[in-house]
């Protein structure tokens, strides 16, 4: 079963137990990836890595929008994004901890032979790569920076 096809029976699933607060976040789920399947250039052909990195997207976008209505002491607009946030959550990959990533990033720099601070860009493109979905891309980038100025 395909990431769009289990949204798609999740989305089913919370119209019959009326659970309006998961429906209206699986369906703007839903609707994001339509649009991007529909846009110029797609094709129409949407992967479950494509899937993967709009629903990473979504969830930034209702952290960053519950933070800032957090900052206006706006609670109830901030629980309702953290609330979404949190159901897309459940179709996002377990993330890496600090120690895995730390694991991770220094193979990638013994694979790659990276010397120093100028290979940075080599790194990275190879780290984003693997750990696509895993890892955060600043908690990437904090990471290959900490490790090659050591």
Excluded: C, H
């Amino acid at each position: 079963m395909t990431l769009e096809e289990r949204i798609t029976a999740d989305m089913k699933e919370a119209m019959k137990a009326k659970d309006r607060n998961k429906l209206e976040a699986i369906r703007s789920i839903r609707a994001a990836i339509i649009n991007a399947k529909t846009e110029v250039g797609a094709g129409g052909e949407f992967k479950d890595s494509d899937s993967l990195k709009l629903l990473q997207k979504l969830k930034k976008q209702r952290d960053d929008a519950a933070a800032i209505y957090r900052e206006q002491n706006r609670a109830d607009l901030a629980e309702t994004e953290e609330m979404e946030a949190e159901f897309i959550s459940a179709y996002l990959p377990e993330m890496m901890s600090g120690d895995e990533l730390a694991a991770a990033i220094s193979e990638i720099i013994a694979s790659t032979g990276a010397q120093g601070m100028g290979d940075m860009g080599k790194v990275m493109g190879a780290a984003t790569g693997k750990l696509s979905g895993k890892a955060e891309g600043k908690a990437i980038a904090a990471e290959v920076r900490k490790q090659l100025q050591s």
